[in-house]
């Protein structure tokens, strides 16, 4: 596959790993990172990084930052929603987008991790 496209579904499977549990939450029920549960975005987000380690077949940086995008993304496009409507929420959207940053890296590290394991495995066999 190549590489833009490759990317592009790496930022897009972060995205929806962080996005499809935060955005039906209403946001004073938001209460990052308790809700959602980080168990989730961790769960989600590794599989969006065994994902990403599978599409873009070689290094580590390239899919664990696309996915890490992702998750950044997501509360981006939830800030910039609700601060649409009511420019009084989200007045410490940049702390959300640091915690978010921080699950996207460490499930981005643990996905492609395991995938790049896997293969090693499978091709030493």
């Given at each position: ?76 496009v939830r800030v910039a929603w609700e601060t649409a409507a009511d ?39």
């Amino acid at each position: 596959m190549r590489m833009p496209i490759a990317l592009a579904l790496t930022v897009l499977a972060g995205l929806l790993a962080c996005g499809l549990p935060l955005w039906p939450i209403p946001y004073r029920e938001v209460s990052m990172p308790g809700n959602p549960a980080p168990s989730t975005w961790l769960i989600l987000g590794s599989l969006a990084g065994a994902l990403a380690g599978a599409l873009v077949r070689s290094g580590l940086k390239a899919p664990i930052l696309g996915v890490t995008a992702g998750f950044v993304l997501a509360v981006l496009v939830r800030v910039a929603w609700e601060t649409a409507a009511d420019p009084t929420t989200h007045n410490l959207w940049p702390f959300e987008v640091v915690i978010a940053g921080f699950f996207g890296v460490l499930s981005g590290v643990i996905g492609v991790v395991l995938t790049r394991v896997v293969q090693r495995v499978t091709v030493a066999r």
